[in-house]
C-alpha cells in the first residue's frame, strides 16, 4: 500500500540554523500539507500545498517557513531560522483528487531545537 | 471559530471491555470527520472517516464512530478492547482543506 515517507526521523539543530524536512507525499496526489505537534500537544495545521502554490496557512507559517516541490515526488519544509519553540513532530500528508478529502500522513519528523 | 473538542483527556479500560471515545465539534456546517490513531513514537493513522450518508461508520481494526447531528458528536466505539489498542486517539473536522484536530484521548489498557 502506497505511503507517505519522511526524512529525517530525527533531527537536532542549534538555534539559529536552517533545517530542511522532506517528504514524499502518496505518488498520484497532489494536494500536499505540513502539520506539527508540540510535545504532549494537539496537532496543528501549518500549510496546505497545490499546482506549485499555497492554498492556506496558518498564523504559525511566518516569513521563517517556506514549503518547495522541487521536483515530482518531494515536498519539503524549510525554517530558516529555528527557534527553541520550533521544536515539535512535523508531520507531512497528502491527499489525491477522487474521494478526495482524506489526508494520509507520514511518519513524521521530530526536530529538537537546542 | 471552527474547534473539536475531546473531553476526554485520558482513559483507561480493561482488556476485552467496550470503550467509547467522544468527539464534539464546532462549525459552521458539518464538517468531514475523522478519527486518527497515534501509537507511541509513530505518525497518524487513518481510522475512519465520515462525509455523508449512513451515520454509523466502520473502520479499520474493530472501530466503529457514529455522527449524531443533533449533538454535534461523532464518538468512536470498540465493543472489546484489545491491548495493542493502547494509544492516543485524535478526533479531526475539515470542511476547506486544512484539518482541525482535537487534543486527543490518551487510552490506556490493563491486562
Known amino acids: 500500500e502506497p505511503e507517505v515517507t519522511q526524512t529525517p526521523s530525527h533531527q537536532v539543530t542549534q538555534m539559529g540554523q536552517e533545517v530542511i524536512l522532506r517528504c514524499v507525499p502518496i505518488?498520484?496526489?497532489?494536494?500536499f500539507y505540513w502539520y506539527r505537534q508540540i510535545l504532549g500537544q494537539k496537532v496543528e495545521f501549518l500549510v496546505s500545498?497545490?499546482?506549485?502554490?499555497?492554498?492556506?496557512k496558518s498564523e504559525i507559517f511566518d516569513d521563517q517557513f517556506s514549503v518547495e516541490r522541487p521536483d515530482g515526488s518531494n515536498f519539503t519544509l524549510k525554517i530558516r531560522s529555528t527557534k527553541l519553540e520550533d521544536s515539535a513532530m512535523y508531520f507531512c500528508?497528502?491527499?489525491?483528487?477522487?474521494?478526495?478529502?482524506?489526508?494520509?500522513f507520514g511518519p513524521g519528523t521530530r526536530l529538537l531545537v537546542l | 471559530a471552527q474547534s473539536v473538542t475531546q473531553p476526554d483527556i485520558h482513559i483507561t479500560v480493561s482488556e476485552g471491555a467496550s470503550l467509547e471515545l467522544r468527539c464534539n465539534y464546532s462549525?459552521?456546517?458539518?464538517?468531514?470527520l475523522f478519527w486518527y490513531v497515534q501509537s507511541p513514537g509513530q505518525g497518524l493513522q487513518l481510522l475512519l472517516k465520515y462525509f455523508s450518508g449512513d451515520t454509523l461508520v466502520q473502520g479499520i481494526k474493530g472501530f466503529e464512530a457514529e455522527f449524531k447531528r443533533s449533538q454535534s458528536s461523532f464518538n468512536l466505539r470498540k465493543p472489546s478492547v484489545h491491548w495493542s489498542d493502547a494509544a492516543e486517539y485524535f478526533c479531526?473536522?475539515?470542511?476547506?482543506?486544512?484539518?482541525?484536530f482535537g487534543t486527543g484521548t490518551r487510552l490506556q489498557v490493563f491486562p
Open positions: 500545498f497545490y499546482n506549485n502554490e499555497i492554498s492556506e
Open positions: 505518488s498520484n496526489h497532489l494536494y
Open positions: 462549525y459552521g456546517a458539518t464538517p468531514y
Open positions: 479531526a473536522a475539515s470542511n476547506t482543506d486544512k484539518l482541525i
Open positions: 500528508a497528502s491527499r489525491g483528487r477522487t474521494g478526495a478529502e482524506t489526508q494520509y
